[in-house]
Nanobody, 125 residues
Framework: QVQLVESGGGSVQAGGSLRLSCAAS????????MGWFRQAPGKEREGVAA???????RYADSVKGRFTISKDNAENTLYLQMNSLKPEDTGMYYC???????????????????WGQGTQVTVSS
């Protein structure tokens, strides 16, 4: 059973940085697609970035140039480095995973089968 545990959220002022981590366990296949998603109060969950084991990386337009997704395979940990944070980046951030190679690995998809519990990010102006 895949398990995902996020950490690293917090409160920062606009222009600041945060790095989120997602510790993953239970992967049995060599292929993975993992992504970061966020949900602000009263809004739908939206994709932020996704990465797969083939090295493909995709970002939502709203975070391009500010956020960087990466994965440490030795530590089995997914990261999201967030720079130049804006108040509109506020929300609960979740990591998600899928191990099917046929799954189109893109942050526009929210139908990942495995999800973490989330970590809160608050950006004040």
């Amino acid at each position: 059973q895949v398990q995902l545990v996020e950490s690293g959220g917090g409160s920062v002022q606009a222009g600041g940085s945060l790095r989120l981590s997602c510790a993953a366990s239970g992967f049995t296949d060599s292929y993975y697609c993992m992504g970061w998603f966020r949900q602000a109060p009263g809004k739908e969950r939206e994709g932020v970035a996704a990465i797969d084991s083939d090295g493909s990386i995709r970002y939502a337009d709203s975070v391009k140039g500010r956020f960087t997704i990466s994965k440490d395979n030795a530590e089995n940990t997914l990261y999201l480095q967030m720079n130049s944070l804006k108040p509109e980046d506020t929300g609960m951030y979740y990591c998600a995973a899928v191990t099917q190679r046929t799954f189109w690995c893109d942050p526009s998809r929210t139908d990942f089968p495995y999800w973490g519990q989330g970590t809160q990010v608050t950006v004040s102006s």
